[in-house]
């Protein structure tokens, strides 16, 4: 049997840049995490990657308070 499972990392920061490198040094994590459990390299594909910017929509006018950065991983499970 086979798994097909999604994970994924979200930061929010004040600049663009933070929150990009944040969500790539947590999601290089997972993934040696991931290895370490003994899922192959080729189970392992991005799926989504982007980085957005937040806004405060209480206010008008809209102001922006951030950005977030999204990175998302579909992991494939052999062997359940």
Known sequence: ???DVT???TTRRDTPGDPAADAANVMAAVV???KAMGIAEEDLQTTSL???PVY???KTPYRLVGYSANNMVTVTVRDI
Do not use: T
Request: glycine share 6%; net charge negative; hydrophobic share 55%.
């Open 50 to 52: 982007s980085l957005s």
């Open 1 to 3: 049997d086979v798994a």
């Open 7 to 9: 994970v994924g990392v």
């Open 56 to 58: 405060d929509y209480d």
């Open 32 to 34: 040696a995490a991931l």
